[in-house]
């Protein structure tokens, strides 16, 4: 299984898919708590140039909650990582994680039950993008 699932957009920029990936996520409940922008950062840690890279952290409180409640150590997954990225020929990647097989290890059935829901809310949104 792919540990993420993602989209390809043609036609666009990291800066003009931004508002509707994150639109799309508030859709769904997720707010973005972080914003880790990987061009800037390997530029001024590493001198390295990077085509535009975001990493979002994504949070829907309500399944945040369920999921802490039942495992409280599954705040190590959390929040839910969106990327956004040009690629080398200028479409636009959105990935998002998937959830169910990030906390597949840990072997707990009403987590997964939690975070196929998660999934499910994650996906929606990526379609809708």
Do not use: W
Request: aromatic share 4%; hydrophobic share 45%.
């Amino acid at each position: 299984m792919k540990y993420y699932n993602s989209k390809i957009i043609a036609g666009t920029t990291l800066a003009a898919i931004r508002p509707k990936v994150v639109t799309e996520l508030k859709k769904e409940g997720f707010g973005v708590l972080t914003e880790i922008d990987l061009q800037a950062t390997m530029k001024s840690k590493l001198n390295k140039d990077y085509l535009p890279h975001v990493i979002l952290g994504a949070c829907n409180p309500v399944y945040a909650d369920k999921v802490l409640s039942i495992e409280p150590t599954v705040s190590t997954l959390l929040p839910c990582n969106v990327t956004i990225r040009e690629l080398a020929n200028g479409d636009v990647e959105v990935a998002m994680i998937a959830p169910l097989v990030a906390m597949s290890g840990i072997g707990n059935n009403e987590l997964a039950q939690a975070a196929t829901k998660i999934e499910e809310k994650l996906r929606t949104a990526l379609n809708n993008i």
